[in-house]
């Protein structure tokens, strides 16, 4: 009777492996979207279905958890950070376009991002993919209302960019939906007003 090739158990091992690595990142992220700042590591284990000591063997701390989790819901979410056509077409319409990507995006993400600014202080590396993506967001302002900034005195731009990207933070798009309690739509309108108000009449 032959036995089985070694590598082929090696891939069902490496197959599982990547399933219950998955399986943890995905409980995290369900945490998150719970409400958990925190989560602990028993938690992790009994919404994954993965055993305690298999979630401390993939992943050395919370901290790299917690990192891993991100990088995780940051490639899902990935299209969620596409404006398409920057600076293209009448100002109503980017700003529609930018407002709707913007709360798609705080829908996908805010329980991760919460979690990121809690641990940021603590964690470098977590700090650092932060800024990364407020960054990435403050160029898609810059790009998309680029007819509007350089028609403008250039601290005047500097000064526009700076209170529509407080605008559009993900915080702010929080403080509308969760402490005054605002609808998608009523948020939206919210945005829009804003936005028009500063690149209108900066």
């Given at each position: 009777?032959?036995?089985?090739?070694?590598?082929?158990?090696?891939?069902?091992?490496?197959?599982?492996?990547?399933?219950?690595?998955?399986?943890?990142?995905?409980?995290?992220?369900?945490?998150f979207a719970d409400g958990a700042i925190t989560?602990?590591?028993?938690?992790?284990?009994?919404?994954?279905?993965?055993?305690?000591?298999?979630?401390?063997?993939?992943?050395?701390?919370?901290?790299?958890?917690?990192?891993?989790?991100?990088?995780?819901?940051?490639?899902?979410?990935?299209?969620?950070?596409?404006?398409?056509?920057?600076?293209?077409?009448?100002?109503?319409?980017?700003?529609?376009?930018?407002?709707?990507?913007?709360?798609?995006?705080?829908?996908?993400?805010?329980?991760?991002?919460?979690?990121?600014?809690?641990?940021?202080?603590?964690?470098?590396?977590?700090?650092?993919?932060?800024?990364?993506?407020?960054?990435?967001?403050?160029?898609?302002?810059?790009?998309?209302?680029?007819?509007?900034?350089?028609?403008?005195?250039?601290?005047?731009?500097?000064?526009?960019?700076?209170?529509?990207?407080?605008?559009?933070?993900?915080?702010?798009?929080?403080?509308?939906?969760?402490?005054?309690?605002?609808?998608?739509?009523?948020?939206?309108?919210?945005?829009?007003?804003?936005?028009?108000?500063?690149?209108?009449?900066?």
């Amino acid at each position: 009777m032959s036995q089985p090739e070694p590598e082929v158990s090696s891939d069902g091992r490496t197959a599982r492996r990547d399933r219950n690595r998955e399986a943890v990142l995905d409980a995290v992220l369900d945490l998150f979207a719970d409400g958990a700042i925190t989560p602990v590591p028993a938690d992790v284990a009994e919404r994954s279905g993965v055993s305690l000591r298999s979630v401390y063997r993939y992943y050395d701390d919370m901290d790299a958890l917690v990192r891993a989790a991100i990088a995780r819901n940051l490639t899902r979410m990935g299209p969620y950070f596409d404006l398409e056509a920057p600076g293209e077409g009448p100002l109503a319409d980017r700003i529609e376009r930018t407002v709707t990507a913007r709360l798609r995006l705080h829908d996908g993400i805010a329980p991760m991002a919460r979690a990121a600014i809690a641990r940021a202080p603590q964690n470098p590396i977590i700090a650092e993919r932060l800024e990364e993506t407020r960054l990435l967001l403050r160029r898609q302002v810059e790009e998309m209302f680029a007819p509007e900034l350089g028609a403008r005195d250039a601290d005047v731009a500097r000064e526009v960019v700076a209170a529509v990207d407080v605008l559009l933070e993900l915080d702010a798009i929080d403080h509308l939906r969760r402490h005054r309690r605002m609808t998608v739509p009523e948020a939206h309108r919210v945005l829009v007003r804003g936005l028009g108000a500063l690149l209108g009449s900066a």
